[in-house]
């Protein structure tokens, strides 16, 4: 009888972490296909327009600001893309994150331009920090 018990409750635990891997693999997906179908420059347009001035970042063994300055990074809202990780656990999730990195640069990128345009900033932009994007 005891063997049975154990046996069952082993079972539950077993059954309830396979439903949590398929939530977190079903997040993932969303998360991988929401920064595939995202577009940087509509995403920075409608930012401007909603006069949320902040940038890209996302979890990669700390935060990850891709092109940004530690003083910008203290000045300036730092918004997560969701999914982002520093412990990629499938090819996913991988690929969620060189995406992202790819977003953010390209995002952050507008942002730095038009924060230095508009003298937005107390912080020194050094010129390696400024990309024109050809878009």
């Known amino acids: ?77 730092i918004n997560i893309i969701p999914g982002t990780s520093h412990m990629l656990q499938s090819y996913d999730q991988a690929k969620l994150q060189a995406i992202a990195q790819v977003y953010a640069e390209d995002y952050n990128s507008r942002m730095l331009s038009y924060i230095a345009e508009h003298k937005l900033s107390k912080c020194e932009l050094a010129r390696t920090e400024r990309r024109e994007l050809g878009h």
């Open 1 to 77: 009888m005891f063997n049975k018990k154990v046996i069952i409750i082993l079972s539950l635990f077993f059954i309830n972490g396979c439903k949590e891997d398929l939530n977190s693999n079903a997040l993932i997906h969303k998360q991988l296909n929401d920064i595939y179908r995202a577009d940087p420059l509509l995403d920075f347009q409608r930012d401007l327009k909603n006069n949320k001035l902040a940038f890209k970042g996302l979890h990669a063994n700390g935060l990850l600001v891709p092109i940004i300055s530690e003083c910008l990074k203290k000045e300036y809202k």
